[in-house]
């Protein structure tokens, strides 16, 4: 009778020992996934963290070369100080501009010249027989849905281009090229600074145009520098932006008022062009450590003589 208690004493504590064993093992890996799980949680939203902080930056996309032989479709005034021309034809078939500061390159041959669009070869640009007319970049201003390419042109004293834009008419040619390339700059960086003078202004209207599309409205200040008050007419139409204007080419002011500005630390960008000299003064304003260089585009559209 005894040996047969302790055969069932022994069965009981055999048995309870499996459960418990079979407990902790199961245990054990439930800990060992869970704890797998966070790492591979963590991992993926560290990528993710990275690949946002990535898609935040501006990206460049190279485009396909061409040359265009475009039809004059109007002339229309856009303002005190633009004019405005629209092109079209057949030729105009796949163009693409990616960035709201994309530059084309318009050429200007002289009076009773005739030129040929150049070719795109596998060996280069063959550029054919003759003088190579003289050559402006400007913003192209492109309508998809009417498939018709706009270039406002700032009217001043002493430009081949002011002087091609006032005299252009309808049924005219103009030749041009590219864009080669984008700098393709997200749109919806909250803070968002952008300075300039009547040079930069055809790409600051067509960016605030892409802004004025966005559901939420970033917070955007524009400081323009025009030679006249008259000129303001030109972006009249764009209300809703912190447009800042300095009447009268004055470098020291602007600096003056940039110096004003607080960057915010993150998740910003900041646009300078106009002449070269200036740009480059007003560009040392942001270059600290704690601005992102990534985020801050400075150009020059003009040079001084």
Known sequence: ?????????MRFVLTISKKRLAFFFSWQSLSFASSLDISIYRSRRQSMMTKTKADKYPQRVRNELRFRELTVLRVERAGAAFQRIVLGGEALEGFASHGFDDHTKLFFPEPGAAFTPPQVTEEGIDWGEGVR?????????????RHELAYDFYIHDGGIASRWALEAKV??????????????VPEDYAWQLYVCDESGMPALRRRLLGLRQLPARPQVTAIVTIADASYKDYLADLDGFNIEWVVGHNPAFVAERLAQVK?????????LTGEGAVVKSLLARFEDESIDQQLVRSQAYWHSK
């Open 171 to 184: 049924g005219d040619k103009l030749v041009i090229g590219g864009p080669r390339g984008s700098l393709v």
């Open 133 to 145: 007319p003289a050559t402006r970049d400007y913003t192209p201003l492109y309508d998809a849905e």
């Open 263 to 271: 960057v915010p630390a993150e998740d910003y960008f900041i646009w």
């Open 1 to 9: 009778m005894i040996v047969f208690w302790m055969w069932i004493l």
